[in-house]
């Protein structure tokens, strides 16, 4: 299990919730079985043969770090070393799980179709990622100035972000992820409409969702 390096404090677990502890890269947590990873965004830049560098990753991003692309939940490298695969293999597998929004989440174009970009943990499905928010208003707004679209894009995401801390103030269930881990997980970060479909999708076992 790895998170961000999160200056106010990271949280790790089973259901995404611990101790609120200050670390740094490299700390080593005995009371916790995890570790800690440098957010992607500008870490590695220059690490890689320019000659390997691919742009255009389908599925996924390029990993400035690992020279490779690093593809969505359900998806792997085909061939051409890019995420064009659909395979099971991978159907639990995020390597962007944890991640926080604006800091090491990929950017996307706004699902609901909004002139900005938006980032989170639920892309399963995305084409083409982006790893921050001025590279994404530039590859899909560029018709748009790219200063308004980032201002926009950030204010999307912490909008976001007050809806998510209002989500940890309500009763914990399993529920199923249909977009994001694609299985049942155990929070508060359910849909709105799943309440009011409360027998149907907010359990109290993982069996029973």
């Known amino acids: 299990l790895y998170s961000p390096v999160v200056t106010s404090g990271n949280q790790l677990g089973p259901d995404g919730r611990s101790p609120v502890f200050n670390a740094n890269y490299g700390s080593v947590i005995d009371y ?47 061939a051409n070393q890019k995420c064009y695969d659909g395979c099971t293999t991978h159907l639990d597998f995020n390597p962007w799980g944890g991640c ?41 707004f ?25 989500k940890l103030d309500r009763p914990r269930y399993f529920w199923p992820d249909l977009h994001g881990k694609k299985n049942c997980v155990f929070d508060s970060g359910y849909n709105v409409w799943m309440e009011e479909q409360f027998d149907f999708y907010l359990f109290d076992t993982e069996t029973g969702c």
């Not at 957010?39 to 043969?49: D, I, R």
């Not at 990929?106 to 002139?115: C, E």
């Not at 201002?151 to 912490?158: F, G, K, P, W």
């Open 32 to 78: 916790l079985d995890g570790g800690l990873y440098l957010p992607f965004t500008n870490t590695c830049v220059g690490h890689c043969n320019q000659n390997e560098v691919i742009q255009d990753c389908g599925w996924g991003i390029w990993n400035e770090c690992t020279c490779q692309c690093d593809c969505d939940p359900g998806f792997c490298l085909s």
């Open 100 to 140: 926080r929004p604006g800091i090491d989440c990929p950017w996307y174009p706004d699902k609901l179709g909004a002139s900005h970009c938006t980032s989170s943990a639920n892309f399963a499905g995305i084409y083409n990622l982006h790893e921050s928010a001025e590279i994404c208003c530039q590859e899909h």
């Open 142 to 166: 560029s018709a748009l100035n790219t200063n308004t679209c980032v201002q926009s894009s950030v204010a999307d995401v912490q909008a976001e972000e007050a809806l998510v801390q209002e």
